[in-house]
């Protein structure tokens, strides 16, 4: 059991924009910033967002980051085939010092 | 380039030790601190064990906790992980990973330069 909430699974078609949500408690995204994930098939996990909704280098401005209160979402716009992957929100949480929590994950297809 | 290479994973049998190793380049070590994040087969991530840059703060999960040892080497630009008492459900492959900001310290910044990953098996 994540300590993050996110749906399992998500779809859109090339072009569209999804979105993934994720939640957690005021002691995690309430109060630290959220970060996500990107993790494709076969591969190590990749930062795509930071601090809430900035994007490292390199990281296409089609992903954008969102956080209202305990929740965070993720949002893709102009879906593409590549974007086809495990999305993980993660977060600092002040419950215990050094403890970091993520979400299970969500696998999104494009279809 | 930065980059991190973890090595070490093997089949273990339950009850067995293993200790896994990250080798980091490109970037002062010293200034980052750095974790361990594991994914079990076909599962997410699972947020393992930290350390501080010095080295001198360490955390631990609750599901390792006892059971593990993380450790630095900042000469040699390495990272440990020893595991002991291992058990099937520590089956994973085991991610070296980078904190992004360089206070040497964690609660801030993101994971954001990650290893390969390194299997570890613990099965009889």
């Known amino acids: 059991q994540s300590v993050l909430t996110q749906p399992p699974s998500a779809s859109g078609t090339p072009g569209q924009r999804v979105t993934i949500s994720c939640s957690g408690t005021?002691?995690?995204?309430?109060?630290?910033?959220v970060y996500w994930y990107q993790q494709l098939p076969g591969a190590a996990p990749k930062l795509l967002i930071f601090?809430?909704?900035r994007r490292p280098s390199g990281v296409p401005d089609r992903f954008s980051g969102s956080k209202s209160g305990t929740s965070a979402s993720l949002a893709i716009s102009g879906l593409r085939s590549e974007d086809e992957a495990d999305y993980y929100c993660?977060?600092?949480?002040?419950?215990?010092?050094?403890?970091?929590?993520f979400g299970g994950g969500t696998q999104l297809t494009v279809l | 380039e930065v980059q991190l290479v973890e090595s070490g994973g093997d089949l273990v049998q339950p009850g067995g030790s293993l200790t896994i190793s990250c080798s980091a380049s490109?970037?002062?070590?010293?200034?980052?601190?750095m974790y361990w994040v594991r994914q079990p087969p076909g599962k997410g991530l699972e947020y393992v064990s930290a350390?501080?840059?010095?080295?001198?703060?360490?955390y631990y999960a609750d599901s390792v906790k006892g059971r593990v040892t993380i450790s630095r080497d900042n000469s040699q630009n390495m990272l440990y992980l020893q595991m002991s008492s291992l058990r099937p459900e520590d089956t994973a492959v085991y991610y070296c990973?980078?904190?992004?900001?360089?206070?040497?310290?964690?609660?801030?910044?993101?994971?954001?330069?990650w290893g390969q990953g390194t299997m570890v098996t613990v099965s009889s």
């Open positions: 350390i501080s840059g010095n080295g001198d703060d360490t």
């Open positions: 601090g809430n909704n």
């Open positions: 005021n002691s995690n995204i309430g109060t630290n910033y």
């Open positions: 490109g970037f002062t070590f010293i200034l980052h601190a």
């Open positions: 990973v980078r904190d992004q900001n360089t206070y040497g310290y964690w609660g801030h910044d993101a994971f954001d330069i």
């Open positions: 993660a977060a600092w949480d002040d419950s215990v010092s050094g403890r970091a929590v």
